[in-house]
């Protein structure tokens, strides 16, 4: 018991030196037969040299703002972060949201399949032949031409002088008496000239007379007359119009057909230059 008593006081001793000085090398002992420690080899530590820095009186400003741009110690997080942090969340539930709404939209439309009849007439080449119907229409519009006749029935207020000057005969419509005329009369043996007289002229005579005189004219005339109206398209506002439209359909009909040619054999399309 005392032996044994011993050899445990010797272990305790041992680890105590162990343990509190690392760096230093037991003192030497005797080697015992009852020392189990003995043929365990030791790690022998070599001291650290120690080295001395010199350190500056006062860190320089960048490095005081790396220290602030780091890591908080207290473990708090900048208003930066919570507000990145909150936008993250916020985006996340946005995404989620939408993401939802989208595969309830895919059932319900799954749910509501019907397979759908296309009619005989529709083909591969329809996009084809609706975008050269429209362009081809497009481009009959602005050579077409308005042709109608248009009725008028209307007043027209007429308002001049009207200058006569022209040689007429009159007839009298009764008797016309010209007193203190001068007139010559041979008869038989009896000649008289230029004798004064009170002639009288019957009714019905013809006096060739000479109008010269300006008449003032002040009347509506009624007027009724069709008048024919042939109006080109293209010479109205209605040109750039047409064109425009002709622009928006001719990136889209040259992709469905390259080799598209207007009415008048015209290439619509930029044909490539060949090299």
Known sequence: MSQSTQDEDNLGKKLQNILSAPAQAPPAEEKSDNDIFSNIPKRVEVPKEE???????????FQKKKEKKGGHPSGKRSR?????????????????????VVIAFLIGLYQNYTILNIPEEITADTPKDLLQGLYDNFELMDEAHIITTIPVESEIPVQFTLGLNQETTVILSEDVTIDGARVALTTGGLNIFNAPA???????TNLPIILNLEVPVDEMIPVTLTVPVDIA???????IPFLGLQEVLKPLYCLVSPSAKTLNGEDICPQEVSQ
Do not use: F
């Open 198 to 204: 009170t002639v009288t002229l019957p009714a019905g």
């Open 233 to 239: 398209l293209s010479e109205t506002g209605l040109h």
């Open 51 to 61: 080295t001395t820095e010199s350190k500056p009186e006062s860190a320089p400003a």
């Open 80 to 100: 930066w972060e919570n507000s990145l942090r909150a936008l993250w969340t916020l985006a996340s539930a946005i995404s989620m949201i939408v993401n939802v």
